[in-house]
């Protein structure tokens, strides 16, 4: 079967740095993406990686190691707003299909 | 603005009446697709259209049903709704073609069967 495993929930103290992992098993593998989520609200766009190394944005970074089937999400200098929930999502094929992870909630304490 | 617009954005309602949930979106998106989202299960894919008049099943489809007529909109229809479609959904929508593109999301809706 196909499968995506992230941990359930983690917890990162204001201005620190978080790494949120993400594994996959999929029949094949054409991406992977990144999203947040507020409570409450649709998920919106943070990432995507297709090819193996670290892509920067900002204060986010994403990793993919394809041979390992491993991704990571890293935020830098956490700010209370980046609490939400953070969803990882395979595409496996040509067919524009993703496979979702449960999500990580991540809580920021001060 | 390039959106997804969802409505109704909340509905209580009660078991067997039929409801329907409108989805449409501005950017000539081929791909559309809807969601549902329960506590601890994460993003479940009821159906998915590549294209005007061309619909598939998605991980979770019985008990609703989507038509694609037109490209922009992608409705969902519960004929005969039950308690346990009581959940928060997301109509979404992308490009096709090259690199895939990420999703764009509606606001979701947030339902309620009695």
């Known amino acids: 079967g196909q499968n995506i495993d992230q941990p359930t929930e983690m917890t990162a103290t204001e201005g620190a740095i978080v790494q949120i992992n993400c594994t996959y098993q999929t029949s094949g593998f054409n991406g992977l993406f990144w999203y947040q989520q507020h409570a409450g609200e649709a998920p919106t766009f943070l990432s995507y990686?297709?090819l193996d190394g670290l892509e920067e944005k900002g204060r986010f970074s994403s990793f993919l190691s394809r041979s390992k089937g491993y991704s990571y999400l890293l935020l830098k200098e956490l700010q209370m707003k980046d609490s939400a929930s953070y969803l990882c999502a395979v595409t496996p094929g040509s067919n524009y299909q993703l496979i979702w992870g449960a999500g990580t909630k991540l809580i920021i304490k001060p | 603005e390039a959106q997804v617009t969802q409505n109704p954005r909340y509905l209580i309602t009660v078991t067997g009446k039929k409801l329907t949930v409108t989805c449409s979106q501005n950017m000539n998106h081929e791909y559309m697709s809807w969601y549902r989202q329960d506590p601890g299960l994460g993003l479940r894919q009821i159906y998915y259209s590549m294209n005007v008049e061309v619909t598939d099943k998605g991980d979770v489809p019985e008990g609703y049903k989507v038509s694609r007529k037109e490209k922009r909109n992608f409705p969902l229809i519960l004929e005969s709704p039950s308690p346990n479609q009581t959940s928060l959904y997301f109509c979404a929508s992308r490009a096709m073609g090259g690199v895939p593109q990420p999703q764009h999301f509606g606001d979701g809706t947030r339902l309620s069967i009695l």
């Open positions: 990686n297709v």
